[in-house]
């Protein structure tokens, strides 16, 4: 499509560009948000402007309010394309409103924070100050704690909302009490979200959970949980994720964490002590 409008655009005349713009336009489905924001941009490069604003009209009273990521999309894109008046009707339809089940039917408030925090940032960005308020209410209060990454982004994205108040309902849920440790990299980052929200016990049980109970078989990600648990200045939680190393394998993110190389130069024992000092001949 955009290649088709540009090449119209080079060779042929405006009339032809307007007349394939408008029928791209009219033919767009509604249920692909993602269809409909890329031909938004299209359009847009190509200054079919009318069709710009046809479709963008079109795209903020028919677009279906069930997913918060497609209209945190679809906002971004209306205001790239200076589409004001339609992005004042796409909130007249209450996107901010998860729990809003007049629009198209119902979906699970509780199933995607990680999408609303996408869709309150693009509110922020927008400044929808009335639903960002009423979607941070909501979300703090209800949003699933079982992926510590859309956690995090939440609790990111309330703070850069200035919901102070919702930060401290989010908190006060203790998510670091619940949220799963499978994936110990996206509990690095909620260690780091937790200490920029000032939510110092938080951290500390987050740490002590995780050090203890997170599952060693990712180097990548154990790496990036004992990197977060050393910046945040947990020393003990730090210690207790370093003595699990040898035992899941990884010896030198051990030798390397703990400065233990030079008490381990000979290897280690058995019983996880430093190995008494050995020479070439011993192996003979």
């Known amino acids: 499509m955009a290649q088709l409008l540009d090449a119209l655009r080079m060779v042929g005349t405006a009339e032809q560009v307007a007349v394939f713009a408008e029928r791209a336009a009219a033919h767009v489905s509604f249920d692909n948000t993602r269809a409909v924001v890329t031909l ?22 028919h677009t279906p309010l069930d997913n918060p990521g497609a209209v945190a999309m679809l906002l971004d894109e209306l205001r790239r394309v200076r589409a004001d008046e339609q992005i004042s009707t796409l909130l007249s339809r209450a996107p901010y409103d998860p729990f809003d089940d007049s629009d198209t039917g119902a979906r699970d408030p509780f199933d995607n924070p990680d999408a609303d925090a996408e869709l309150l940032d693009a509110l922020r960005r927008a400044g929808a100050v009335k639903q960002v308020t009423t979607l941070a209410e909501r979300a703090a209060a209800h949003a699933p704690l079982h992926n510590p990454q ?43 979200e937790l200490r920029e929200a000032g939510a110092v016990e938080q951290v500390t049980t987050l740490a002590e959970r995780a050090a203890t109970h997170a599952p060693l078989d ?3 990600a154990v790496h990036e949980l004992l990197n977060a648990l050393q910046y945040e200045g947990t020393a003990e939680q730090t210690a207790m994720l370093t003595q699990r190393l040898p035992a899941a394998g990884l010896f030198e993110m051990f030798l390397q964490a703990g400065g233990h190389r030079e ?14 000092a050995w020479g070439w001949d011993d192996l003979k």
């Open 218 to 220: 990712d180097p990548y």
């Open 150 to 192: 859309a956690v995090t982004r939440l609790l990111n994205a309330l703070r850069e909302a200035g919901a102070g108040e919702q930060v401290t309902a989010l908190l006060s849920r203790d998510p670091a009490a619940h949220v799963p440790l499978d994936n110990p990299g996206a509990v690095a980052d909620l260690l780091d």
């Open 40 to 61: 938004l941009g299209d359009l847009w490069r190509v200054r079919a402007v009318e069709q710009v604003t046809a479709l963008a009209e079109r795209a903020a009273t």
């Open 263 to 276: 008490q381990f130069r000979f290897g280690r024992s058995p019983e996880g002590t430093a190995a008494a």
